[in-house]
């Protein structure tokens, strides 16, 4: 890859990684540095071909092994008791800091597999490759976080239980 | 069984319609990342460099140890074969 495809790949890919990084992560303060270590690990990894759409697999790919990894540092950190578990739930999701807080509640695996899915529009086999993961498990993973959202959302009375 | 792997056309929508907005909620600085692509390629080129002198200076490393044993070991044959003459 030359300096300039690089330059492109960074304009056209970085703004969407960041956002999906600032999802997962769920606080601004380490997003940057796993944009730019993700961009350089991907660099490095000189992938063979100018496969666009395997170059920003591999990207997320990258990141979400970063994220998973700062996870769970924090988590031994800080115990996992304290992580994801909200105080109180809020009362509804109409605004924007609700609708944020809600999705933290969800595991950061779960909220990669519903951004890959629902947000970049990826098949499964997309989502496997992106995640590194089993194909068949993408499945089972992407209805168990279904499961997990439509349990919050229905906790908070968006609809109601069948 | 089955019931486990379905959602109702309403749940769908919902999940749908809130990643959606997830999607939507604005981020902090979205398009101000604090390292450029021009930085970070040659960031890129200095590492993979270094790890190209990392792995020149592997056998040196290697053998510098190897060379001090092995000079040891000769000085000691050398004393232990000339005592005799010296005595």
Do not use: C
């Not at chain 1, 992938?47 to 994220?67: C, K």
């Not at chain 1, 609708?99 to 098949?123: D, M, N, T």
Request: charged letters at 30%.
């Amino acid at each position: 890859m030359t300096e300039r495809e690089f330059g492109d790949a960074y304009v056209r890919w970085s703004s969407s990684l960041r956002k999906y990084v600032y999802r997962i992560v769920g606080s601004a303060s380490d997003v940057d540095d796993i944009v730019q270590e993700a961009f350089l690990r991907t660099l490095r990894a000189d992938l063979q071909g100018d496969d666009e759409e395997q170059w920003r697999r591999y990207l997320y790919r990258v990141a979400t092994n970063l994220i998973v990894d700062q996870w769970r540092r924090q988590k031994h950190e800080r115990g996992s008791e304290t992580m994801h578990e909200p105080a109180s739930p809020p009362p509804h999701y109409e605004d924007e800091a609700t609708v944020a807080k809600v999705f933290e509640e969800l595991k950061p695996r779960e909220r990669a597999l519903l951004w890959l899915a629902y947000v970049e529009g990826e098949s499964h086999e997309e989502i496997a490759a992106s995640l590194g993961v089993g194909r068949r498990s993408v499945r089972v993973m992407l209805i168990r976080a279904k499961r997990h959202l439509r349990d919050l959302l229905q906790a908070r009375g968006i609809f109601a239980k069948s | 069984m089955t019931d486990w792997f379905v959602f109702r056309d309403d749940e769908e929508r919902a999940i749908a319609t809130f990643m959606s907005r997830v999607a939507n909620v604005r981020i902090p600085d979205p398009e101000s990342p604090t390292l450029s692509s021009n930085t970070l390629w040659w960031k890129a080129k200095l590492l993979d460099r270094w790890e190209a002198e990392r792995r020149a200076q592997w056998p040196l490393d290697i053998m510098q140890p190897i060379e001090i044993v092995g000079g040891l070991v000769a000085a000691g044959l050398l004393l232990y074969w000339s005592l005799p003459y010296l005595l």
